[in-house]
């Protein structure tokens, strides 16, 4: 009876458990299918509601927290845009695979072409700021400088929107990714996200498409998850994207299209953990092992900022190289900056330890010398004589007799320093004169 009733329980889980995986199945299938004559497309698995106030700042190139995505999910992200020339295939590219992304645009790009923030908006896309100008100076501008480059940045985004402002995202990349805490307070004041990235692609770099291929789907891999960062006024990103898509596909990642919460749109529930990248498993006893102080992260809200060797900006080009501008008035400034590269010279040194750290107390080594048994005193080995000891023992292994390798160590150790015996060296070397009796060298003993 009992066993009749646990294999009803059994084949009704069973059969819930087949019922959920059907249904998870048709929701990842879904987004394919609802991407009219696009039958293969990657879709868009699910959107992420987000409430920039509990969460000021995401993206562990910089941050510790980041989306609180699943497992190869993936948001994709275009700065430096609208540009319409490559914009507009990008907004083609997305759309044959029914993919959302998250745009953050430069405000003199909006004012330039307005028409192009409207189409990210038609298109679905959530639409975010890049500051005004694109400055690349955001790490060291005083407040009053600072404060309008992000206030007209939403502001010429907001009027190319009709300044319909639950259509702009209160989220911002600082261009560059060149943070400050004033620049991050500022923006937590006002309500507003700041947007890092879990990985790029280097595709403002004077490198081809294929290299932004296998840099975006290398850095997705090695992390899982995350948000890649592109530029939608790119032709290489134009050139490589389809070829992104269709690898995301294949890897079975999923694409998370991320919107701000809203009274009408409350934040996607989530727990705290969930906000890092790599929460700790519950398969690690975690309470097992030893609690230690956390006093190096106490009020570090950040992490540093990331070196140019975990960009691969391995060389100056990337700083200095010039965008074309097809006629479009661009910020005078290149889009990403130009660090003082000091070509990585600084590699980390620890300070010399001090010679003090290698001398052995006096005492100690009386204390040592004492301990050596009556069969082996002659034989005082000390640290200031590995020469003489490796002879000694060469000797023994050769088959010669311990009192060979005595005296051998006492030649090596006369020839070594002629006339510079220590005391300790020249004490033992009468005591061997007048007793020269058998001896066996400690350190030779077999185990
Ligand atoms: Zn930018």
Redesign the pocket.
Known sequence: MIASVLVGIRKRSWIALSLSLLASTAAQAAPAADCPGHPDALGTSRTLVVDPREHPMIGTMQYRETLPLADHEVVLTF??GPLPKYSNQILAILAAQCVKATFFTIGRQANANPEGVRKLIAAGHTVAT?SQN?PLTFQKMPPEKFKPEIDDGIASTLAALGGDSSKLAPFFRI??LLRAEGVEQYLASKGIQVWSADFPADDWRHIPPARVYDLAIKRLEAKGKGILLLHDIQPRTVAALPRILNELKARGYRIVHVVPATPERPATPTEPQQWLLHPPSENVAISRWPKIPNFVFVGTMTLPAPVLSDLDWRDAELIEHARHTHGIPLPQQA?WPRPQLTRLSVAPALPVPAASVFKIPEATRVTMLAASTPVNRVEKVTAAQPAAAGLAVSAKSRGATARQATRIRHAAHQSQHPGHAGPVASKHAEQAKKKPRSVRVASLKKR
């Open positions: 700065d430096d890049h694109h261009p560059g889009p």
